[in-house]
């Protein structure tokens, strides 16, 4: 289980939602577009505001992306994705842990499944018997 400090960091460092930054890139390139040539002070930070909601935006992209079916199976099984997916991991490692911790995931809840079904199995059996 993640430590709950862990937890509010991640969604404090989170880039914002999709929709939210491509509303503020609108509006700063609506900005920039329409403020006089002879403010140039107000040209140029509308300008970086443009290329700051630009990597926002590609971000939150990146950030929808990582969030696939797979991603959230791992998180209800309390797997750790941030100490898995660590860069200086290589890539063909990382898919390694991936798998075999799916591998074993799924091992575990076959396990579990043979054993109840055995137990009903011998519950049967000895009320008939």
Known sequence: M???????IDDLQAPPPLDVCREALEFWTHR???VSRLRRGARRDAAEMVARWEQ???D?????RAQRP???LLDAL???????????LPSRRRVTVIVSG???A????????????LALAYAVLTHLG
């Open 2 to 8: 993640r430590d709950p400090d862990d937890i509010l």
């Open 32 to 34: 920039r577009d329409t």
């Open 56 to 58: 926002r935006l590609r």
């Open 60 to 64: 939150a992209e990146r950030a929808e």
């Open 70 to 72: 797979w991603r959230r």
């Open 78 to 88: 309390g797997i750790d994705w941030p100490a898995v997916a660590q860069r200086h």
């Open 102 to 104: 799916g591998l074993v």
């Open 106 to 117: 799924l091992a575990t809840c076959l396990l579990a499944m043979t054993v109840l079904c």
